[in-house]
T-cell receptor
Framework: GQNIDQPTEMTATEGAIVQINCTYQ??????LFWYQQHAGEAPTFLSY??LDGLEEKGRFSSFLSRSKGYSYLLLKELQMKDSASYLC??????????WGAGTKLIIKP | ETGVTQTPRHLVMGMTNKKSLKCEQH?????MYWYKQSAKKPLELMFV???????ENNSVPSRFSPECPNSSHLFLHLHTLQPEDSALYLC?????????????FGEGSRLTVL
């Protein structure tokens, strides 16, 4: 079956760095996506990886290892506004997104 | 207006009611989607429309009936729902069905079935 695993909740301190892990098992692979969803708001696209390695976008970076079925989202210089849920999704061979349940990130001052 | 707009934002209905959710996108996209989001569960894809044609129906019960009159508008008609259907219903759009990874979501319609 197809499955995405990510931690349910994480806590970090303002100004610090946090890494949110995601492992995936999908029928085929056409990319790994990360979305951010603030409470009561729409999910918004953060990043896309299809090749192995690190993609950096400002304070956020996303890493992919296809051989390990593993990705992480790295958030640096954490700000209070980064408190949100982070959704990992893998695109399968039918170009359908398979979603994780999301990681709720709590930032403390 | 820009982006993806959903109405109503909140809806409470009885099991015998009939109601509809509306979604409108102002992005010029050709694909639109309905997702169901329940607490602590992964997003569930319900329906996909590409150029107004339904291309996916992920075994959704017939009490949910989608309608896509044009590429900018999407409806979800609801009738004889069950309490377990209470959830956040998200509409999304993408450039085309082939760009289904980069989705633009609306803020959702929070549905409560009594």
């Amino acid at each position: 079956g197809q499955n995405i695993d990510q931690p349910t909740e994480m806590t970090a301190t303002e100004g610090a760095i946090v890494q949110i892990n995601c492992t995936y098992q999908t029928s085929g692979f056409n990319g790994l996506f990360w979305y951010q969803q603030h409470a009561g708001e729409a999910p918004t696209f953060l990043s896309y990886n299809v090749l192995d390695g690190l993609e950096e976008k400002g304070r956020f970076s996303s890493f992919l290892s296809r051989s390990k079925g593993y990705s992480y989202l790295l958030l640096k210089e954490l700000q209070m506004k980064d408190s949100a849920s982070y959704l990992c999704a893998s695109m399968d061979s039918n170009y359908q997104l398979i979603w994780g349940a999301g990681t709720k990130l709590i930032i403390k001052p | 207006e820009t982006g993806v707009t959903q109405t109503p934002r909140h809806l409470v209905m009885g099991m015998t009611n009939k109601k509809s959710l509306k979604c409108e996108q102002h992005l010029g996209h050709n694909a639109m989607y309905w997702y169901k989001q329940s607490a602590k569960k992964p997003l569930e894809l319900m329906f996909v429309y590409n150029f107004k044609e339904q291309t996916e129906n992920n075994s959704v019960p017939s009490r949910f009936s989608p309608e896509c009159p044009n590429s900018s508008h999407l409806f979800l008609h609801l009738h004889t729902l069950q309490p377990e259907d209470s959830a956040l219903y998200l509409c999304a759009s993408s450039q085309g069905a082939g760009d289904a990874g980069e989705l633009f979501f609306g803020e959702g319609s929070r549905l409560t079935v009594l």
